[in-house]
């Protein structure tokens, strides 16, 4: 694509790179910011190089953070003896919006793939070990992927912290809320069935 | 959505102004560009800054250009007696990807359009008309889109290079190459049929 514009052409090889996003999308993308005033295209580009420079993850979870300790870490009110194990910071966003857990997270940062040449030393399990010890955790909650990998992982981090004698739970699988039966998969439904419980008057 | 830091929220927030990209693929984006190195972040901002600090627009016929004369109206071998009129830059790209071209063009910046308000004089048809004479411009061809709009635009432009006494020629609407005829909408198999022309061997 010949763009009479080394730095439009620039600038749409760089927005290229980002995944998803193809050649005719970037540009598109590129000549909408040129339209805009040139303190708005600074404020997009400043954006995102500031997130970049400022940004940390939080030494206890490795949340992201603006600090040292992220906010759920650094409150109070939260509850530092049961941690939620993710995989990313984005399903602690998604456990947060359900408003229904309140206490801490550890984000491992991935999951053991060994396709992906990705072993438990590549991922925080040695921190989420020497936490579990260090604040006395009495309940750690498995929130992983219901992926071969996702439950690989859930199957290491379970032998690992039981040996160390804490309770370990996970996230209930089911049939999701508003799903028809006939269109559930066989093995959720299966597993469904298998871990049924005693019925309760919502 | 609580992202616990605010140097996210806000490149996050800048990401999702963009057409097209929503609140998750916003932070889906700002996230992988979070786990790509100092350097690189500062390319991809600083690609974006600088597009907009010194991309101007080609004088002559409102290209995009790192001149203030684009390379199509400056290079001399392109025949500046004939002048393709376009509504969009992206336009003159593919017109240029074809290399079935060899004049010069004329970027209108928009279709005169009433219900967005766009009349003739939001676009750039003064600077048309001055060049037509300027330049002795022998044929004007226009390549604009097969809507209202692009059909008011051309017959305005028509009226006024006609005024002129230069000949006006338009781009040929037909089916398609590749096109199934019983897939083709009505009105272009009309102007197909009455716009026919003598067989071609090609």
Do not use: W
Not at 3 to 30: D, F, N
Not at 125 to 145: F, H, P
């Amino acid at each position: 694509m010949d763009v009479s514009s080394k730095y439009l052409q620039h600038a749409v090889e760089e927005i290229a790179s980002l995944p998803g996003i193809g050649k005719k999308t970037a540009l598109r993308l590129a000549l909408h910011l040129l339209k805009r005033t040139k303190s708005e295209v600074e404020h997009f580009s400043g954006s995102i190089a500031q997130m970049k420079e400022h940004i940390q993850f939080c030494q206890k979870c490795g949340n992201i953070s603006d600090e040292e300790k992220c906010g759920i870490c650094s409150n109070p009110r939260r509850d530092p003896q049961v941690v939620c194990v993710v995989e990313d910071l984005r399903d602690v966003m998604a456990i947060e919006a359900t408003q229904q857990f309140n206490g801490l997270y550890h984000v491992l940062g991935g999951v053991i793939s060994p396709m992906d040449g990705i072993g438990p030393g590549d991922l925080n399990i040695a921190s989420l070990l020497s936490r579990i010890e260090d604040d006395k955790v009495n309940e750690v909650i498995l929130a992983l992927s219901v992926t071969m990998e996702g439950d690989t992982t859930g199957f290491y981090l379970y032998k690992k912290i039981h040996q160390l004698g804490i309770e370990v739970s996970s996230i209930a699988r089911g049939v999701s809320i508003g799903d028809e039966l006939q269109y559930t998969d066989e093995l959720t439904l299966g597993r469904s069935i298998i871990q049924r419980r005693p019925y309760e008057q919502v």
